[in-house]
C-alpha cells in the first residue's frame, strides 16, 4: 500500500458524508412523539455501533489505493484495515453524535413541559 495526499474525494467527501449520517441515523430511529429518554438513548447507541460499520465502508468505498489480493487471508487483512481506518473517524462522528443525542434530549423534554403545562387529560 502508498501513501497518498489528502484530497477532496478521499478525504473530505467521506468525512462529510460519515458526519451526515450520523445526523441522520438517530432522527430516523427516534420515534417523533417519543417522551422517553431510553428511546432516545437506545437511538443513539444503536447509531453509534452502526457509524463504525458505516465508516469503514465508507472508508473502503473512497480509498482509491491498490491493495493486494490474497484470497480469504488477504481479504481479512484489508477487513482489519477499513476497521481500524474507522476508528480514526470517530473524531468525525462522535461529536456530531453528541449534538444529535442533545437535541433529541432537548426536544423529549420540551414534549414534557408542555404535556405538564397541559394538565391532566
Known sequence: MTDQAITLTNTLLPMAIIGAVAVVLPYALT??????????????GITAVAMFGISAVVL?????RDLPEGGTAGAVMIGWFYLRSALGAIAVWAPVLGLVWLGLAQRVERLRGEDMARGPL
Open 31 to 44: 420515534p417523533r412523539g417519543t417522551r422517553s429518554q431510553t428511546r432516545v438513548t437506545g437511538a443513539v
Open 60 to 64: 473502503a468505498v473512497f480509498d482509491s
